[in-house]
């Protein structure tokens, strides 16, 4: 059974607006968020994440917020960019046990 | 560069071969796992090492074995192949960020894009 759900296999958006990533989760006793970005012929490097006590992170350009009675969590990318253009992989820890959704690919027109 | 490696980048197997995809990390890192990633279903872990001689299995470690015999290398080994196991798998590795917790912003690799016919 997938724990995490990324719903949408892709997304395209115009350069210098909002890019939203969503994620879904199913297990309650998730206690820590991810987000990893994956390049063609790369492997996933991380992004950004988020403790459960919290609902929003901010690193620059990108904010992860995180709705627990929905269990729902959601990447923000302001403005997006061409390079930003990649598959994006929400993940949930519990008790070491990190699990991935199946990925999203953004793609950024110019 | 520092970093983890994984070799080979490519492999086709025959069905029922055996082979052993190689990862070595240079950072010191006391976590490492192994991954593999299939269309429509992100990475699923196989099996992961808290560090030297101790190793144990993941969410899909059926047909694969893994040791951990020093801190930089941990193969994983794939004892009889099978269709099944056509895959993308990474290899990631991570630190104790302190009280025994992962630092769960893993150095992934770049992958081994494995075939088996």
């Known amino acids: 059974d997938q724990q995490v759900k990324q719903n949408s296999p892709s997304l395209s958006v115009q350069e210098g607006r909002i890019s939203i990533l969503n994620c879904d989760y199913t297990n309650s006793m998730f206690d820590y968020f991810l987000w990893y970005k994956k390049y063609p012929a790369e492997g996933p490097t991380f992004l950004i994440s988020i403790s459960s006590i919290k609902d929003k992170n901010e690193d620059g350009r990108f904010t992860v917020f995180l709705n627990k009675s929905a269990k729902h969590l959601s990447l923000h990318i302001v403005p997006s960019q061409p390079g930003d253009s990649a598959v994006y992989f929400c993940?949930?820890?519990?008790?070491?046990?990190?699990?991935f959704g199946a990925g999203t690919r953004l793609t950024v027109k110019p | 560069n520092a970093g983890v490696t994984q070799t080979p980048k490519f492999q086709v197997l025959k069905t029922g071969q055996s082979m052993t995809l190689q990862c070595a990390q240079d950072m010191n890192h006391e976590y490492m796992s192994w991954y593999r990633q299939d269309p429509g279903m992100g990475l699923r872990l196989i099996h992961y090492?808290?560090?030297?001689?101790?190793?144990d299995q993941g969410e899909v470690p059926n047909g694969y074995n893994v040791s951990r015999s020093t801190t930089e290398d941990f193969p994983l080994r794939l004892l009889s192949a099978a269709p099944s196991q056509t895959s993308v798998y990474f290899c990631?590795?991570?630190?104790?960020?302190?009280?025994?917790?992962?630092?769960?912003?893993?150095?992934f690799g770049s992958g081994t894009r494995l075939t088996v016919v």
């Open positions: 993940a949930a820890v519990n008790n070491n046990d990190m699990r």
């Open positions: 090492s808290v560090g030297a001689g101790i190793t």
């Open positions: 990631a590795s991570s630190y104790f960020q302190g009280q025994g917790w992962i630092n769960y912003g893993y150095t």
